[in-house]
């Protein structure tokens, strides 16, 4: 849980990967888990608001490099001597927790957490809805 809040969009996707396949497999002894993930995702749909100005307010700035803003941030994790062989500039990759990508990842995840772990349903639902109703509603102001 820790990864999926501190890394890039990219990296967090495999972290939602990984978290999946490990609750697919270990669902009982992972269920104390749970509410920490969903606590998770639904701080990402609060970031929404937060993203969409970064990305789309900025004109002259390239989509996920708003200057100083939080997704402006790169995995914190030292660069690869891979990469540092490369003449290509790194990309700066928007911080998970405010990031499209990792986002329309969750709402899969969470359904499946769901079914699997029926007691997080109710007390959980009544927070999701108005998100997602406030998230889809930035989209029709666009």
Same mark, same amino acid.
């Given at each position: 849980?820790?990864?999926?809040?501190?890394?890039?969009?990219?990296?967090?996707?495999?972290?939602?990967?990984?978290?999946?396949?490990?609750?697919?497999?270990?669902?009982?002894?992972?269920?104390?888990?749970?509410?920490?993930?969903?606590? *998770? /995702?639904?701080?990402?749909?609060?970031?929404?608001? &937060?993203t %969409?100005?970064?990305n789309?307010?900025?004109?002259?700035?390239?989509?996920?490099?708003?200057?100083?803003?939080?997704?402006?941030?790169?995995?914190?994790?030292p660069?690869?001597?891979?990469?540092?062989?490369?003449?290509?500039?790194?990309?700066v990759?928007a911080?998970?927790?405010?990031?499209?990508?990792?986002?329309?990842?969750?709402?899969? *995840? /969470?359904v499946?957490?769901?079914?699997?772990?029926? &007691?997080? %349903?109710?007390?959980?639902?009544?927070?999701?809805?108005?998100?997602i109703?406030?998230?889809t509603?930035?989209e029709?102001?666009?």
């Open positions: 849980m820790h990864l999926l809040r501190v890394e890039n969009e990219d990296n967090a996707v495999i972290c939602l990967k990984t978290i999946i396949d490990l609750h697919r497999s270990y669902k009982q002894i992972l269920e104390s888990q749970v509410q920490p993930f969903i606590d *998770i /995702v639904q701080e990402m749909y609060r970031n929404m608001e &937060q %969409v100005k970064d789309f307010d900025n004109p002259g700035t390239p989509l996920g490099q708003t200057p100083g803003g939080p997704s402006a941030l790169t995995s914190p994790r660069v690869s001597p891979a990469s540092e062989l490369t003449d290509q500039p790194s990309k990759l911080k998970s927790l405010f990031s499209f990508k990792v986002l329309t990842e969750c709402p899969i *995840i /969470v499946l957490l769901f079914q699997t772990h029926r &007691q997080f %349903v109710n007390p959980n639902i009544a927070t999701f809805i108005p998100l109703i406030q998230v509603q930035m029709q102001q666009c």
